[in-house]
């Protein structure tokens, strides 16, 4: 059975740094695509970035040079290194993998979800 672990979530302030892992275990070595989602309270869920086996990377506007998506497929490992945090950042990240390629931003075409980590910006 899959299953797709979280970590690295907590609270930081405005303009620092946060990284999240996102270990996958229990399915195939390699899967097309990998995906960071997020949910803030009252929100609906939203894409992040994703990040494809075939070296292709995505990134919603609104995190697009501040955060960076990458992928270890030898250790079944998935990151965001999440820069210059801004109070709108502040939400649950949630990690998904598929297989398959192209509208990564639809969270119903994913298989695989996490749990979730909160990440929490500000004072």
């Known amino acids: 059975q899959v299953q797709l672990v979280e970590s690295g979530g907590g609270a930081a302030q405005p303009g620092e740094s946060l990284r999240l892992s996102c270990a996958v275990s229990g399915g195939p070595a390699k899967t097309d695509t990998w995906t960071w989602f997020r949910q803030a309270p009252g929100k609906e869920r939203e894409f992040v970035a994703s990040?494809?086996?075939?070296?292709?990377?995505h990134y919603a506007d609104s995190v697009k040079g501040r955060f960076t998506v990458s992928r270890d497929d030898a250790k079944n490992m998935m990151y965001l290194q999440m820069n210059d945090l801004k109070a709108e950042d502040t939400a649950v990240y949630y990690c998904?993998?598929?297989?398959?390629?192209?509208?990564?931003?639809?969270?119903?075409?994913?298989?695989?979800w996490g749990q979730g980590t909160q990440v929490t910006i500000g004072p």
């Open positions: 990040a494809w086996r075939i070296n292709i990377i």
């Open positions: 998904a993998i598929r297989e398959g390629y192209g509208r990564e931003r639809e969270s119903f075409l994913y298989d695989h």
